[in-house]
């Protein structure tokens, strides 16, 4: 069974920092590309970074480019989210998903306030 | 960016009758590799996101038959031939063929009335 668990969220402030973990299991991890979409709280989802099996292609959305490093290990099936930088506007729960976003994680919540 | 837009934005639906969610994108979806990458989700009420049907009309395993999606070009479909009460939630549709970035619709209620 695909099982995808994120962890890492919590409550910070405005330009503060947080590491997202997405903990991959029920499939060969080093397979599939994996994707973060994010849902803002009572709003629709938005997609926010993927990143290839090899790690060799990355893609950001344009409202976290910059601010936002994805990175994988496929020794250890975890997929991160490196979240600098961090505005009000960046608070959500965050999702990972497999690609071709088929299976999703249940999500962990970032609010970004003082 | 690829816009999804979806109608209507909430959908009251008594049980046992159909319900159909229209999503329109801004550019067709065909890919050079004449695929169709437009995707059905099902959010239920404080859950993740549960993909429905790929690639325009293939429903997902372990979904009921009573789901089915249609379409092509940049009109798309997802229809319910009769509502249960399980079905209450928001449904998104997402394009992946002209991606990064990939887009999602705003999404469609659905309740029972």
């Known amino acids: 069974e695909v099982q995808l668990v994120e962890s890492g969220g919590g409550l910070v402030k405005p330009g503060g920092s947080l590491r997202l973990s997405c903990a991959a299991s029920?499939?060969?991890?080093?397979?599939?590309?994996m994707n973060w979409v994010r849902q803002a709280p009572g709003k629709g989802l938005e997609w926010v970074s993927s990143i290839s099996s090899s790690s060799s292609y990355i893609y950001y959305a344009d409202s976290v480019k910059g601010r936002f490093t994805i990175s994988r290990d496929n020794a250890k099936n975890s997929l991160y989210l490196q979240m600098n930088s961090l505005r009000a506007e960046d608070t959500a729960v965050y999702y990972c998903a497999r690609s071709p976003v088929d299976y999703w994680g249940q999500g962990t919540l970032v609010t970004v306030s003082s | 960016d690829v816009v999804m837009t979806q109608s209507p934005l909430s959908l009251p639906v008594t049980l046992g009758q159909p319900a159909s969610i229209s999503c329109r994108s801004s550019?067709?979806?065909?890919?050079?590799?004449?695929?169709?990458?437009l995707n059905w989700f099902q959010q239920r009420p404080g859950q993740s996101p549960r993909r429905l049907i790929y690639k325009v009309s293939n429903r997902d395993s372990g979904v009921p038959d009573r789901f089915s999606g249609s379409g092509s070009g940049t009109d798309f479909t997802l229809k319910i031939s009769r509502v249960e009460a399980e079905d209450v939630g928001v449904y998104y549709c997402?394009?992946?063929?002209?991606?990064?970035?990939?887009?999602f619709g705003g999404g469609t209620k659905v309740e029972i009335k």
């Open positions: 550019q067709s979806l065909v890919h050079s590799d004449g695929n169709t990458y």
């Open positions: 997402m394009q992946g063929t002209h991606w990064p970035p990939l887009t």
């Open positions: 029920g499939f060969t991890f080093s397979s599939y590309s």
